[in-house]
């Protein structure tokens, strides 16, 4: 039985913030799940989709990108099944378009949108504050800070997105869906019932046309101030009064703070507003607050949330508090914070002495040679890279060749002796950019794209090109699997796990044949049949696609188990 | 430990830090004693530094600032030296002295320092350093592989931590596959032993 399925109610268990999610989903019963894998979010659509093999009431697909799967679990709360996805925080940007709408026409059963941001960027190519997207949508958002709370207010997001009719954003970083702590679990929903949803028809709801996406605007923001009213209200935001300095913070940097006020001695003179439900702002409760205190530090990483919607709130107020944050320079607006840095935060807006640990002396310790990520031993990229240069040389195009790169391992492609990436925005953006590239020089051009990448986001500008008359080669680097984020199927996979047999396989050699655009497949570890095969295509250097097909080799040795 | 304790274990991705640490998670809920822990996991491929803090009784905070580290346990010896400044100065450091050659060192791209006065060092600038021939004391239990619990029998053998020894036995029964439980009740034993004699 899968460990999540086998904590009885009341039992204590070491979870990760993101099985607590998972836990917290199956308490609720979701029956729908839909996801895109992107760390910090990844575990929670890898059990998922175990569990699902398990459970006959629960429905779970790796869909082929975020917009997709927060469609795929849209519909199933409008067709009354709790449904959640969960993704990055860069994710909610492709799925952004159906979640702004979605606010509009609402849900009927519960629906749960987990995003995971990552402040300090430990494996993301930004670090953008997807609290944002709770303003820009109106949605509600919850924001736990321990495992503890990610489960129960997993639970609760269904209850609350249920009542309002709305999805409900529950926003962690990884020092919240990655950190591992006691979770009390609690009664699990009864899965051995599988029974369908069913949607009624109702198109002055559900098509958002002008003059019912106007009605349900108005509709949302009726929503948001029911909505406003239990955040006021909710148990997941507490004050503390004790004194005239207050410490506002929300997600992790609660942690910090209670941390913090114990070990500088301030237990009993500082004042705490820990919030949770922080979409809509609880505008009275913050009054409360800040007209009991002189002064306000908040503690937030990333953008002035809080900051801002507490200012806000001390200007309606009338009143003098002076809210202390990152424009007064307390804390950074970048990267993630640390307990130290808090501290030092707290104890100069409380104005106390305070000077940092000691730490040990290390002015003897020569400089230490890296460990940068690299290819594993035998990676079937690093055979690609090598191929794909070695016939470049051999044209002598290998310098004047731009290779426009896209996101997954191969990305380390980067590093030298191989030095085959050039540019990089987001998945995708190989085959897009390599498109602007083609227009705006006469520079030999190569992308380079993997299978799960090709498939989340290559498509369209493939047929971009295509239809355009762009001159590039992509190389597809078809794995077998999505080996960046802990190997995720993907559906040009052979090796494939029982359950997904039945399933066609999507062959990405056959399908750009089928676009009419010259093609090959090559195996990257025969080296001269692979450089015969590519050598026509690269020196044509007009559109074409090399497809280059040999399993990852920890997901074959993984399969192979 | 008034108030709470902080561990920061550091290595290279594929030692299997995260079965170290799961296993001083379990000990410490088995003997109810408060745990948060905060793991990297992120990138696939292997050869990276891996670190994780775990934070036992009134602490809350997953992670360890600079100058804060209780105990420091280093799967490998230059990541022990690169974690030091996370340190108090009174620190407990536990590490294996074997090291792993990273990549750019092999490639020619960086020099690996020479070790022993290093090593040595180390000795006068924390109060309690224990250095185990860690993959020599995997291999004699079974396998290399062992090398993190023979670390983690080493902490427990330090007597550092507030949890009991048969807490870390019982916990280490509980996380590793049965098929491999006895290969890990040697390497827990050896490095046990070897903290003690070393005492
Ligand atoms: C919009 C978005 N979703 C998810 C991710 C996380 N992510 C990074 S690379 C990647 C897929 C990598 O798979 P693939 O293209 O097959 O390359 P591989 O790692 O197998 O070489 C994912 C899911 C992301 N960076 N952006
Ligand atoms: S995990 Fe797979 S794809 Fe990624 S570097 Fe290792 S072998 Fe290559």
Redesign the pocket.
């Known amino acids: 039985m899968h460990p999540l399925l086998s904590a009885k109610e009341g039992e204590r268990r070491l979870l990760l913030g993101n099985e607590a999610i998972v836990r917290g989903a199956l308490e609720a019963g979701v029956r729908v799940g839909a996801a895109y894998p992107g760390t910090p979010s990844s575990e929670i659509g890898n059990h998922l989709f175990t569990l699902s093999r398990e459970l006959p009431g629960l429905y779970f697909e790796f869909s082929i990108n975020e917009k997709v799967a927060m469609e795929v679990a849209a519909a199933a709360a409008a067709a009354g099944l709790r449904s959640l996805t969960c993704m990055k925080h860069v994710g909610l940007n492709v799925a952004a378009d159906p979640f702004l709408t979605l606010a509009y026409v609402g849900v009927k059963a519960g629906m749960v949108v987990v995003t995971a941001d990552d402040p300090s960027c430990h494996s993301s190519q930004n670090e953008q504050d997807n609290r944002y997207y709770a303003r820009l949508s109106g949605v509600p958002m919850l924001e736990p800070a321990t495992p503890e709370e990610a489960r129960a207010m997993t639970l609760y997001a269904f209850e609350l997105s249920e009542r309002l009719e709305l999805p409900v954003l529950l926003r962690t970083t990884t020092r919240v869906s990655h950190a591992r702590s006691v979770v009390t679990c609690g009664k699990l929903a009864d899965y051995f019932r599988s029974e369908k949803g069913r949607f009624e028809k109702d198109p002055g709801r559900w098509i958002p046309v002008p003059a019912v996406a106007r009605k349900r605007h108005r509709v949302l923001l009726e929503r948001m101030r029911e909505a406003e009213e239990l955040a006021n209200r909710s148990p997941w935001n507490r004050m503390e009064k004790r004194g005239p300095v207050g410490i506002a913070a929300s997600g992790v940097s609660v942690n910090y703070v209670l941390d913090a006020v114990r070990e500088l001695g301030l237990s009993d003179r500082v004042s705490l507003l820990l919030l949770g439900f922080t979409h809509p702002f609880p505008r009275r409760l913050a009054a409360e607050f800040l007209s009991g205190v002189e002064r306000c530090l908040v503690v937030e990483e990333l953008e002035p949330y809080l900051e801002e919607a507490l200012k806000v709130v001390a200007a309606e107020e009338g009143l003098s508090t002076r809210i202390l944050g990152k424009a007064e320079g307390y804390l950074p607006r970048y990267h993630e914070f640390h307990p130290g840095l808090v501290k030092e935060a707290l104890a100069r807006a409380a104005e106390i002495e305070y000077s940092p640990p000691e730490t040990p002396d290390t002015s003897w310790i020569p400089e230490l040679p890296p460990r940068p990520p690299t290819?594993?031993p035998?990676?079937?990229?690093r055979e690609t890279y090598r191929v794909v240069k070695e016939v470049l040389r051999e044209l002598g195009e290998e310098e004047n060749t731009v290779y426009p790169t896209d996101i997954g391992?191969?990305t380390?492609g980067l590093l030298p002796p191989l030095k085959m990436a050039d540019y990089l925005l987001c998945m995708g953006s190989s085959a897009g950019s390599a498109c602007g590239f083609s227009v705006a020089t006469d520079q030999r051009i190569v992308a380079f794209i993997g299978d799960s990448t090709f498939f989340h986001a290559g498509i369209p500008p493939l047929i971009n090109a295509l239809y355009q008359g762009h001159r590039f080669t992509l190389v597809v680097l078809d794995?077998d699997t999505t080996?960046?984020t802990g190997h995720q199927p993907v559906p040009s996979q052979e090796l494939r796990p029982e359950p997904l047999k039945e399933k066609p396989v999507i062959s990405i050699a056959k399908f750009c044949e089928g676009l009419g655009i010259p093609t090959v497949e090559i195996n990257p570890y025969k080296k001269k049949e692979a450089a015969e095969a590519i050598r026509p295509l690269l020196s044509s250097g007009k559109l074409g696609v090399i497809v280059s097909k040999a399993p990852?080799?920890?997901?074959r040795a993984k399969f192979k188990g | 430990m008034a108030q709470g304790f902080r561990v920061l274990a550091v290595g290279v991705g594929g030692q299997g830090i995260l079965l170290f640490s799961r296993v001083i998670g379990e000990a410490a809920l088995l003997e109810g004693l408060p745990v948060a822990m905060s793991e990297v996991h992120g990138m696939?491929?292997?050869g990276g530094v891996v670190e994780t803090s775990i934070v036992l009784g009134e602490v809350k905070s997953p992670y360890i600032s600079p100058g804060e580290a209780d105990v420091l346990v280093a799967l490998e010896p230059v990541e022990a030296l690169r974690a030091l400044s996370r340190c108090r100065r009174e620190a407990t450091a536990i590490l294996s002295i074997d090291p792993v050659v990273p990549q750019v060192v092999k490639d020619g791209l960086a020099t690996y320092p020479e070790l022993p006065p290093l090593l040595e060092k180390l000795r006068t600038v924390l109060p309690r350093v224990y250095l185990l021939s860690g993959e020599d004391l995997a291999r004699k239990a079974g396998s290399a592989k062992a090398l993190n619990v023979v670390l983690l029998g080493a902490l427990a053998g330090s007597g550092t931590l507030p949890l009991a020894k048969e807490a870390f036995l019982e916990a280490l029964r509980r996380v590793v596959k049965p098929a491999y439980l006895d290969l890990n009740l040697r390497a827990f034993d050896l490095g046990y032993q070897a903290v003690l004699s070393a005492q």
């Open positions: 290819l594993c035998g990676c079937p990229h391992c191969y380390l794995n080996a960046m990852c080799v920890l997901y | 696939a491929q292997r």
